[in-house]
């Protein structure tokens, strides 16, 4: 388990982090999310032992991460830049790896090699962004760690790309049980794979939440009336927001699915569709709820 | 700290660094290596020249060629180790090489330790066998190297045994100056967040550490009359690493040549060079350790630290341009000093904050630190440095004083203790003479007091001071101090010494023949050098001559010396030589001379033949009219020696034309060049030698 007791970390004149508090189980696919200078990337590196917090204790299993070489045997970090293997091939890079940590499997290497067919023997200064990224994964989970950190792991890539990455990710975790926390500001990318989401914003975390049960607390009902209703009228339903749009009516309410969509019926819509929510559009409209302008969040 | 990350952290950074292993293996053998073949090669090429009698041509590489090819190796590797090491602290300057690096399961002192090693392993590990081979490369000239030094014939060969030393101990000398740049250039880097920065404020930090020591010593002694640095401050500077031992030994060099001392000379400076350097190594340590991770790309990771190195280049700065500019008086000067340390100061503060924000603190700090630059200089102006030239050692402490210049014929010591109060009073008087200005006191000008310390110190001030009209300053300390009792002569004293004995006076001895156009012919007599048991006996006998022939009027030693023979004992300086009327003339038959006037008896078949060779009576010169012969001042005192008045007995006065009948060597000069020539009949001269050796036997000390 990551956790996270009232860290706080500030550069300079600004607070990236303050007073955090966040808890990640094991097993679990995390995906942090937060607009660019939210504090991601700093967030992943006190993960990775890299920040020191200024304040707090950052603990994995329940050790120390900072500068103790036996816990980050647990984890690895794959920067959102891989320029600092320039200079190597891939084999140069997985030789890298496997020194330093010891569940490295050359297998494993080979087994996802095989699948995206990188060259071995040229430097990775010749590779595109997505095949240095995916060198990274490849050797990242081949490394064998129980927590895999990416920093914005899909940024840059092609869709074919990115989905190659998910991939492996995926089948990684499915058979390592391993720990993987994504950051990026593409909710999309966080909706395919990642079960829990969390939202950074000014030091804090503003949404920590399990995908599942957030999808399912949330649905988005489209809809006609004759006249647009109010939230008034639904005063069963605790609705977020109701918003006309091409000529249908949007009603995003919390609550459960059949529930909100009977009490909806009730007042006899001549259309009434239950329409699945994106990830993007669940937070949007929790943001609202909670008063923050949504063009500032993503 | 487990040895399992740090070994592996330690074996990526080797293999990253293969490539340099294989430059910093050539600038070695370039630094090391090379010099030694060259210096072997040159001695002995020396050898074979010295074989053929001196003939034809001989391949004499210069000196300055083996030196220049060193120092071009140790500058371009001096900056090889600043670049290298800088660049391979990447993951200080680089973010994504932070933060692979940083997350690996290695811990911080493991990888510190990682990356020190490893960079000390790719630069240091070819310089120790190298070094190696140079030793035993020359080493193995040193038989060559005394052969030549055993030669009579050229004073310039005996430069070659202090110079193959220096040669080695220099080589050692420079790791330690590499360890000084490896070490400083880590500290630095741990500091910065920028690669640029790392090199730029490594040099900077090389540079101000001896750099400002020197700017302010150079102005400091700029107001001390009497003296330019001393061999203290010279230590001093050889202390800071990394380049202070090449600063002190290229200072002292300039004055003592061969014989200048490396840091490996001098332990206590050796040691403190390496502490200072180890400080730096602890110093990165715990800089590193506390940094910021996320200041990378930063300039400077502690701001503070950027402050200190600005402004302390710019401290020494102002005291450069201040001893450059010192002679302008007035606002110019000033503001010329002030605009161009601005410049520099203000064009890092520029670098590190990249915009003109807050650009109004940094030319307060900058006013700040001038102002206290500026009163500083002034009061060392002001004050001629503190009165430091009026500051003379504690009398107590002097075991004698050393004068020499421009009046004295030669070096004149002083022992006693009135004599040693006598020059320390004159002396003072001669401090508040107002011409009074900092001289070089050798070749015969100006004046050199030598301080001798009863802990061996010497201190040491040269004056010089325009003679006018009204006064001559130096002439009269001059005057006054001879009047003082003088001890034994400077030369004298230069005899005693094991150097001069067993160095110089092996090396200095040489037949000076001339040929017809004048010109000097140095023969091969490569068994003619002299044993040094057999100078010192010579010394001992001579000593005793010189302390009998002691004017105590005129505090000189007025009589030259002569022993029969004809080799000049010479001064070295540099390859010239210069014959010195103040040295003694030691004839080529001395070792004769000193065997047969120890045992005149038993000197059997090596008794030397009276009529070919020059006999063995002294002759000297009187400073008045009378007529005193050093011997015979010794025979008056001693007139009922029967020796003497057996030697006595053979003395007469030349009879005017009839040259023929007498020994030709033996004369009596007076102070006008005027000699009277008593001689010895040759029917005579065996007996009066025979009696002249049993009486000065029996009167020296032996």
């Known amino acids: 388990m990551i956790k996270f007791e009232n860290v706080t970390k500030k550069y300079e004149d600004f607070t990236v982090l303050e007073n955090f508090n966040l808890e990640i189980p094991t097993g679990c696919a995390y995906g942090l999310l937060g607009t660019n200078g939210a504090g991601k990337s700093t967030l992943l590196r006190i993960l990775s032992g890299v920040y020191k917090p200024d304040s707090g204790k950052v603990t994995i299993d329940g050790e120390d991460i900072y500068d103790n070489a036996k816990t980050k045997q647990k984890i690895l970090l794959i920067s959102d830049e891989t320029s600092q293997f320039n200079g190597m091939t891939l084999l140069q890079m997985k030789k890298f790896y496997k020194t330093f940590y010891a569940k490295f499997s050359d297998e494993k290497f080979n087994q996802l090699n095989n699948i995206v067919n990188l060259p071995v023997n040229k430097k990775l200064g010749g590779f595109s962004k997505g095949m240095k990224r995916q060198a990274a994964v490849i050797c990242g989970i081949a490394a064998g760690t129980d927590y895999l950190f990416l920093d914005e792991a899909f940024d840059g890539l092609d869709p074919s790309m990115r989905s190659e990455v998910k991939k492996m990710i995926i089948d990684a975790m499915c058979d390592n049980d391993m720990t993987v926390v994504t950051s990026s500001h593409n909710l999309h990318e966080i909706e395919e794979y990642c079960d829990t989401v969390g939202l950074l914003h000014h030091g804090s975390m503003l949404f920590n939440k399990d995908l599942g049960e957030l999808k399912g607390n949330i649905h988005k009902v489209q809809c006609k009336f004759e006249k647009l209703p109010e939230k008034e009228d639904f005063p069963e339903l605790d609705i977020l927001l109701i918003e006309e749009k091409n000529g249908f009516t949007n009603i995003i309410a919390k609550g459960g699915a059949d529930e909100t969509l009977e009490k909806i019926k009730e007042k006899s819509p001549n259309v009434c569709d239950l329409i699945p929510l994106s990830l993007k559009e669940i937070f949007i409209y929790e943001m609202e709820a909670l008063n923050y302008d949504r063009t500032k969040l993503m | ?702």
């Open chain 2, 1 to 702: 700290m487990t040895t399992n990350g740090f070994g592996k952290y330690f074996g990526f950074k080797l293999k990253k660094r293969r490539a340099q292993l294989f430059v910093f293996a050539v600038l070695n053998f370039l630094t090391t290596i090379l010099p030694a073949i060259i210096f072997k090669n040159m001695i002995s090429g020396m050898r074979e020249y010295a074989n053929r009698n001196f003939d034809g041509e001989h391949s004499d590489v210069s000196y300055e060629f083996f030196i220049m090819i060193m120092f071009l190796s140790v500058a371009i590797s001096v900056i090889m180790i600043i670049v290298t090491t800088a660049r391979s602290l990447k993951l200080y300057y680089n973010r994504p090489a932070m933060d692979t690096l940083c997350s690996l399961p290695v811990s911080y002192s493991q990888r510190f330790w990682g990356d020190f090693l490893s960079g000390l392993f790719v630069n240091f590990i070819t310089y120790i066998p190298f070094f190696g081979i140079s030793l035993l490369i020359t080493l193995s000239a040193k038989s060559d190297v005394e052969y030549l030094a055993g030669l009579k014939e050229s004073i310039r060969f005996s430069n070659y045994e202090p110079l193959m030393y220096l040669l080695i101990k220099v080589i050692i000398m420079i790791i330690i100056v590499y360890l000084g740049v490896y070490v400083m250039t880590t500290f630095v880097s741990s500091a910065c967040g920028k690669l640029s920065s790392s090199i730029v404020f490594s040099v900077i930090l090389m540079v101000v550490l001896p750099g400002i020591f020197i700017s302010y010593a150079d102005f400091f002694y700029s107001f001390v009359i009497g003296t330019e640095y001393t061999k203290e401050i010279m230590s001093a500077i050889g202390m800071l690493p990394p380049f202070g031992p090449l600063v002190a030994l290229k200072m002292d060099f300039e004055q003592n040549y061969f014989g200048a001392e490396t840091l490996i000379d001098q332990p206590i400076c050796l040691i403190i060079n390496l502490v200072l350097t180890v400080s730096f190594a602890v110093g990165a340590y715990f800089i590193g350790k506390y940094r910021k991770a996320e200041r990378v790309g930063q300039g400077f990771v502690y701001e503070s630290v950027h402050q200190v190195l600005s402004l302390t280049l710019s401290v020494m700065l102002i005291g450069a341009f201040s001893f450059k500019y010192n002679s302008e008086e007035g606002v110019v000067g000033i503001f010329l000093i002030a605009l161009f340390s601005f410049l520099v100061y203000g064009a890092l503060e520029l670098a590190q904050k990249k915009s003109f924000k807050g650009f109004g603190i940094t030319v307060l700090k900058f006013v700040g630190t001038f102002a206290v630059c500026f009163a500083f200089l002034t009061a060392i102006k002001n004050t001629n440095a503190f009165n430091y030239s009026k500051k003379l050692p504690n009398e107590s402490s002097v075991k004698e004083i050393v004068v020499s210049g421009e009046y004295f014929a030669r070096e004149t010591c002083y022992r006693a203790d009135e004599s040693i109060k006598g020059v320390f009073e004159e002396h003072k008087k001669l401090l508040d003479e107002p011409s009074l200005s900092t001289g070089s006191g050798y070749d015969g000008e100006g004046l050199t007091i030598q301080y001798i310390l009863n802990s061996g110190k010497v201190f040491q001030r040269n004056y010089n001071a325009p003679k006018t009209d009204t006064g001559d300053p130096i002439r009269d300390f001059t005057r006054n101090v001879q009047k003082l009792k003088s001890s034994d002569m400077g030369s004298y004293g230069l005899m005693e010494s094991k150097d001069f004995t067993n160095i110089r006076a092996k090396f200095d001895l040489r037949p000076t023949d001339y040929d017809e156009n004048g010109k000097a012919v140095y023969p091969n007599f490569p068994q003619g050098n002299i044993l040094p048991e057999k100078t010192e006996e010579l010394a001992k006998l001579l000593r005793y001559d010189l302390e009998n022939n002691y004017n105590a009027n005129d505090g000189r030693y007025n009589s030259e010396i002569k022993t029969l023979g004809e080799v000049d004992f010479s001064r070295i300086d540099g390859e010239e030589f210069e014959a010195w009327d103040n040295y003694f003339n030691i004839y080529e038959t001395y070792e004769k001379t000193v065997e047969f006037l120890k045992n005149p008896d038993n000197y059997g078949d090596s008794q030397p033949d009276v009529n070919s060779e020059k006999n063995y009576f002294v002759s000297c010169k009187t400073v008045d009219n009378s007529i005193r012969l050093v011997i015979s001042e010794n025979l008056t005192s001693n007139s009922d020696n029967a020796n003497v008045k057996e030697f006595l007995k053979y003395i007469e006065m030349r009879e005017n034309g009839k040259d023929e009948l007498y020994s030709e060597l033996f004369r009596i000069h007076d102070l006008n060049n005027q000699f009277v020539e008593y001689g010895i009949r040759k029917e005579n001269e065996k007996a009066a030698i025979e009696a002249f050796i049993k009486c000065h036997n029996e009167l020296s000390v032996q």
